[in-house]
């Protein structure tokens, strides 16, 4: 059974930083393409970061590149997310995801989410 499980969500003041973690189990863990997105309260879920399948090449969002930096620790199966600088328009449900070919809208697998607060 594929699982993602996110961690790491808090609150954080403004200018802070969190390091949220998924972790991966039920599949092949280098094979697969393993994106960040978030969704906050009457938004659309955003993509954020992305760590390709096999070689590991990490893609940004406009919005957050600079900021935010995707790792992956593959002895761990997991995927981190070092978030920098977060500012109020962060403040969101962050979910892993997970697709054999790329990161894109419709990932076949997602965790539950993870829930980051900003406070000014």
């Known amino acids: 059974e594929v699982q993602l499980v996110e961690s790491g969500g808090g609150v954080v003041q403004a200018g802070g930083s969190l390091r949220l973690s998924c972790a991966a189990s039920?599949?092949?863990?280098?094979?697969?393409?393993i994106g960040w997105f978030r969704q906050a309260p009457g938004k659309e879920r955003e993509g954020l970061a992305c760590?390709?399948?096999?070689?590991?090449?990490?893609f940004y969002a406009g919005s957050v590149k600079g900021r935010f930096i995707v790792s992956s620790d593959n002895a761990k199966n997991t995927v981190y997310l070092q978030m920098n600088s977060l500012n109020p328009e962060d403040p969101a449900v962050y979910y892993c995801?997970?697709?054999?070919?790329?990161?894109?809208?419709?990932?076949?697998?997602w965790g539950k989410g993870t829930l980051v607060t900003v406070s000014s």
């Open positions: 995801a997970a697709d054999s070919i790329s990161c894109h809208r419709s990932m076949s697998y």
């Open positions: 039920g599949f092949t863990f280098d094979d697969y393409a």
């Open positions: 760590i390709s399948r096999n070689d590991r090449s990490s």
